[in-house]
């Protein structure tokens, strides 16, 4: 295995991985961007620099915003989901898979990502929030158990 | 260094740091059950899906359960612990440790780890819990000093 | 790219990436000593080893004591942040960054790093905390967007 982008599987999960990295990122942009436009903060020094919609100057808040919170959920979840993939796929390189096979984890779990911030974010009815996290989990694990199986073999 | 399964640490790391992850997701798994099976759920859209243990249809629940809550922590800990050790663990490889030392630290990590998730959701009674806790813990951390040390000299 | 020490760059990540992936884990230790020293417990099971300052020994506690859910948020804060950053500069290796411009990203992350678990512990007035959070994030983006066109063009 070269790792290195010239591998062709290499740049393919250094492309989707990058993307849904950037994605976790985006949660705190948004998160920030809910917090100063409602000022809804936890911080009293957050308060006490960019106001409250709820108290006093200075004062503790302990508002908790509903979309805030949604968007807080969301990142977590990514958190859970997106770093697990990650630190699997930088092992699952390991195995030299074909660069079909690994595209096909990689594109499955992106797609599923990103369809499960747009579903938790709108929100989209259930179950189809449940189902776009269960596929990537899907894709993650699929990945762990190759190489579990290359190693063990 | 060989970044490759053919040299023993490397696959050693493989097979240890696949397990926690694994170890890692499988909460996700054990939340969504205790959510579906106590019917305790954050979102609305989940209780208008899946339905509601103490509230009508549609309305949001604020229910917490105290086995969700517990697994929740649980998870939390492991993704603060696992992902910081497997995150060390691959710059540790760059070391050349020998198979010996490298594999003790990866097993007393991967013990620690399951032990403690036992100890959380049994649960056990303090201290096991924070002791399998420190161990994971000062595995990872000698793993980072050992990386220190030869950047450093 | 030779992923290897010997390499200035990988050298050079693995000791900021060693050193901020440490300050993050500094941070459950804190958590700990809080907890301890104000027996602020969450499971009834700890209550029951250490104590409590608000229940009765094996009641559960549900107290949240300032300190601690500073902490804990500055953890968190870590997490989203931190290992973003590993995760990114693992990838960002493989586009061969040279030295300098390498090493400028990892030094500039460090450093936003360190400085915001002091600017949220202390607290130090905002805007400071939320400045060197963007500038941390600023820093992972920029190296994502080199993946990302290294992978494209």
Redesign the interface.
Known sequence: ?E???KNEV??S???Y???V??K??L???IT?FYRVTTKTF?????V???GSSTQAKGK?STAHH?NIE?VR?A?LND???V??F???G??YL??NPSVDTATLHFKVFAGARFGHTIAYLI?????S??LL?ATG?VA??SM?FT??S???M
């Open positions: 295995m790792f290195s982008l290499v740049a999960f250094a492309l991985a990058t993307l990295v950037l976790v990122m949660m705190s942009a920030a936890i911080n009293e020094e957050d006490s620099a960019f503790p509903p949604r959920r990142h958190i859970e989901n770093f697990a990650v630190l699997i930088i092992l390991l195995t929100p989209i009815p259930q179950p929030r449940f996290c989990w993650t694990a762990a190489i579990l290359t190693v063990i």
